[in-house]
């Protein structure tokens, strides 16, 4: 069972009252996001931020290098793929580095 005061010592206080904008001294996630037990909640693997990083970099790269070896003699179908996949590759990436967040 968790006492009140080990409660008060987890949270950086931004007021004199608890709040849900504070922050745990451990994971720095608000009070908000945190369990009925103040437990910390679970962050995402870093695999599964690694292999969106690979994946999205490996399409970025596929897409646009597909399209400067193929120039403008490619039909526009075709076209519309490799800027998908490039996009895709984006996208991913950034979901990437968002799931691995900064490093405590």
Same mark, same amino acid.
């Given at each position: ?12 206080? =931004? ?7 504070? $922050?745990?001294?451990?994971? &720095?996630?608000?009070?908000?996001? &945190?369990?009925?037990? =103040?437990?910390?909640?679970? $962050? ?13 970099? *490996?399409?970025?790269? *596929?897409?646009?290098? #597909? ?29 990437? #580095?968002? #799931? ?5």
């Amino acid at each position: 069972m968790t006492s009140s005061t080990d409660i008060a010592r987890q949270f950086y206080s =931004w007021v004199r009252q608890p709040s849900n904008v504070d $922050r745990c001294e451990r994971c &720095h996630l608000p009070r908000s996001v &945190h369990g009925a037990d =103040w437990a910390c909640p679970g $962050r995402p693997s870093n695999r599964v931020a690694t292999a969106l990083l690979v994946l999205g970099a *490996a399409l970025t790269v *596929a897409g646009i290098v #597909l399209r400067v070896l193929a120039g403008s003699s490619v039909q526009s179908s075709r076209a519309m793929l490799m800027a998908d996949a490039t996009l895709l590759g984006i996208l991913l990436v950034i979901a990437g #580095l968002t #799931l691995s967040g900064r490093q405590r």
